[in-house]
């Protein structure tokens, strides 16, 4: 309807009506025994007896099926004074049914047309199910693999957030013209604002301290690209950001995110964080939380009694309040026109088909950004496996399927195609023999209670750890190569995953010492939900290929990757570090006063370790390829311009193996001096390129104020003259081809 009408049913509602479209429950609130749920899960959330009307609720968390959404909405609309139909929101992250590659892994693709694809899978099958809102794509900046949430972020880069940010939205919203939310698709949100990912020791929910510089020019911009592609919503974070928590930051969500970034949707808390306002130390009473809360203008009041139990009391204490319940439920109501649910709440769940969800052609896509966002980390020529061979597939990760990350709650294990599937399935072609054998589980038995409601999700072994290792190694020994895959369980990362040891586990370990024995081929494939130490362990195999968690055809993927049908072009989007003592740890560091130097590497005073290198084991933009790429012809169209003018840079890519393969070109700059220090190097721009054997292509860049330009201390975006260094690479630590510009 016009938005005219919104007024008009605004002015109609009473105060209480229009803070109900603020409150988001669960769905036990809405079963179809209401005497029980004033005594239950309403007591239990601390609604004040009495006050609260249920059927006055804005909003619903995580009903994921199409029955439930019909019955409830229906018999919410029957009870609904006003007819305002409820919203449906869920956490899809990176799929439905159909479930793709972790985000840490997409990212690795740097295939962001691809990406884009999948999130429209994504809303596409939402849309089917009935749900209009995902909390998707989460953009947090991270630099520590301590943390648990690395998993589900695009990384440590901001090109490759901002990137990843603008693909989800448009897959998952469409071209938002003229505000409404297209058919096949749904409103996303994008979280958690602001930079989560930055937690104190890589713990879960720990503060965050950062300068402006960190916020402006490396944390914000991914959240700011969702709200410049017309994202729906945005999610407040859990955590403090320099003392103050983001659901009450006046400054963080009035005058940065509404006025700065010009973000006029929903602002939902995250799961209750308005009431832990309190545990943060912030405010003493709830009533506090509501009004710090309602002032940094939070919209929505996910899965508490707060502004149930309060905001009426503060808006008839105070106009002001009431004036900001009436933009905040006019934002809600506004989100429910653009998705055209005053003229059909059910917006088509009836006449749609549900034919797409896990089609075989949502399968494949998930299959192709698998197969893109696997990195080949080593390979000593085992790579790809020949034919006529014995392999013993080997490892927790051989045959598991519960391989699909912490955030794939909707997802179905049972759909996963498993590694061991995928090599099965291409035995006669490659005339294998494939022997298989658990050798070692995820954790101890003594471990699993550390996993809190997670603990029954532990299968334990009929075996003992000895009885796994013997018979892993017996199946093995008759073999030409074994295969073995091992890593963490989706248990380890995700939400409150956080460690603080990031080794392989001393079980996985020992079983690869004791294959080590046997003088086999060893490829090693790792499923994770973040970077592992893996320092320990790399000279002990001939190849490592590092699937992170690859979805529903993750197998499939492998397996195409194995045999040589695909060659492997991902890139590292977050940094291995080669220690936990090296964390935080990213590419696009600040270099010191005295920066080591190469010519004296011992020196004792200069910016190093004294018991390792400062290098990562595997850096930003490392990924190896079957097939080899020689750079060459490095150019420069002049080396001085003004701010106003441009120059273009170029490289020539030659593919000089023998195997078709993808590169990513990289393009990065370092402002040799600024006001405030810039990085030693920052990716500006990147092209992914695929060439045939012997083929060369130029690669071009064009290099602007836009790429050489950062954000000052008052927050403005400038560009410094002086001198800069432009470098073309293959990936973060290679510095083959630099050139000098100097801006005048
Ligand atoms: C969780 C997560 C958030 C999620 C929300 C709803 O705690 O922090 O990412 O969307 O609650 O489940």
């Not at 995820?442 to 809190?452: I, M, N, R, T, W």
Request: hydrophobic residues 35%.
């Amino acid at each position: 309807m016009e938005r005219i009408e919104i007024e008009k049913l605004l002015h109609k509602m009473t105060l209480k009506e229009k803070i109900g479209q603020l409150v988001q429950l669960t769905g036990d609130f809405f079963n179809d025994q209401p005497e029980i749920i004033e005594t239950g899960p309403m007591k239990k959330l601390g609604f004040l007896e009495g006050q609260y009307d249920i059927y006055n609720t804005g909003s619903i968390l995580n009903i994921v099926n199409t029955s439930e959404i019909k019955d409830i909405q229906r018999n919410y609309l029957e009870k609904n004074k006003n007819k305002i139909p409820l919203l449906f929101m869920a956490d899809v992250i990176y799929g439905y049914k159909t479930i793709f590659p972790i985000p840490l892994a997409q990212t690795c693709s740097w295939n962001f047309e691809m990406i884009e694809s999948s999130a429209a899978i994504l809303a596409k099958e939402c849309y089917e199910t009935g749900l209009h809102v995902t909390f998707s794509p989460m953009v947090d900046i991270v630099r520590d693999p301590r943390w648990g949430r690395v998993m589900e972020s695009p990384g440590e880069d901001t090109l490759l957030a901002k990137k990843y940010s603008e693909s989800m939205v448009k897959g998952i919203q469409g071209e938002v013209s003229e505000d409404v939310i297209p058919e096949h698709k749904i409103a996303s949100c994008v979280k958690h604002f602001a930079a989560y990912g930055a937690p104190r020791a890589g713990i879960e929910y720990g503060a965050v301290e950062l300068s402006n510089d960190s916020l402006n020019n490396y944390y914000l911009p991914g959240y700011r690209s969702a709200i410049d592609a017309g994202v729906k919503m945005v999610m407040t974070a859990f955590n403090t950001l320099n003392g103050v928590p983001c659901t009450g930051n006046q400054w963080l969500n009035q005058t940065v995110l509404r006025e700065k970034f010009g973000f006029s949707g929903v602002l939902i808390a995250d799961y209750a964080a308005i009431e832990e306002l309190k545990s943060h130390g912030y405010t003493e009473t709830d009533i506090q939380s509501a009004l710090k809360a309602i002032e940094s203008t939070v919209d929505i009041d996910m899965k508490t009694s707060v502004y149930a139990n309060h905001l009426a009391m503060l808006a008839q204490k105070n106009p002001v309040i009431e004036q900001l319940i009436n933009q905040a439920t006019t934002r809600v109501l506004q989100l429910k026109n653009d998705l055209g649910l005053f003229e059909d709440p059910y917006r088509n769940i009836e006449t749609t088909r549900k034919s797409s969800i896990l089609s075989a052609e949502h399968r494949q896509t998930s299959q192709k950004l698998a197969e893109e966002s696997i990195v080949l980390l080593k390979n000593n020529g085992v790579l790809p496996l020949k034919q006529d061979q014995a392999l013993s597939v080997v490892g927790p990760y051989g045959d598991e399927k519960n391989a699909l990350g912490f955030w794939a709650i909707t997802g179905d294990i049972e759909e996963t195609i498993t590694l061991k599937e995928g090599l099965v399935e291409k035995k006669d072609k490659m005339n294998w023999t494939i022997n298989s054998s658990l050798g070692a589980t995820f954790l101890d038995e003594s471990e699993y209670q550390l996993f809190g409601k997670y603990e029954r999700m532990f299968e334990k072994p009929h075996l003992s750890d000895e009885e796994l290792l013997s018979d892993a190694i017996e199946k093995s020994k008759h073999s030409d190569t074994i295969i073995l895959a091992m890593g963490e369980s989706v248990y380890q990362s995700g939400e409150a995953g956080s460690r603080t040891s990031l080794s392989l586990h001393p079980n996985q370990l020992r079983l690869l010492k004791n294959l080590k024995k046997l003088n086999k081929k060893i490829v090693l494939i790792l499923f994770s939900g973040r970077p592992l130490i893996l320092e320990e362990i790399v000279d002990d195999v001939d190849a490592i290929l590092y699937a992170w968690y690859p979805g529903n055809n993750g197998g499939m993927a492998l397996a195409n990757i194995l045999t040589g049908e695909v060659n492997p072009s991902a890139k590292l989007s977050m940094t291995f570090p080669r220690s936990v003592g090296q964390i935080p740890i990213h590419y696009n560091i600040n270099t010191t006063g005295r920066a080591i130097d190469k010519g004296n590497p011992y020196h004792r005073f200069s910016s190093r370790y004294i018991d390792a290198p400062n290098e990562p084991l595997y850096s930003f933009g490392y990924g190896l390829s079957y097939t080899n790429f020689t750079y060459s012809e490095f150019r420069i169209s002049k080396n001085r311009m003004s701010e106003e003018e441009s120059v273009v840079v170029s490289i020539q890519v030659e593919n000089s193996g023998s195997l078709k393969g993808k590169e990513v070109v990289q393009l990065y700059i370092n402002d040799v001096s600024s006001s405030i220090v810039r990085p030693v190097r920052e990716l500006k721009d990147f092209v992914k390129i695929e060439l045939a054997p012997g083929e060369k292509r130029t690669i071009a860049f064009v290099i602007d104020k836009e790429k050489l330009g950062y954000y000052n201390e008052i927050d403005n975006f400038v560009i410094e003259k002086g001198l800069f260094e432009i470098i073309i690479a293959k990936d973060s630590q290679d510095d083959r081809f630099v050139e000098k510009l100097y801006v005048e």
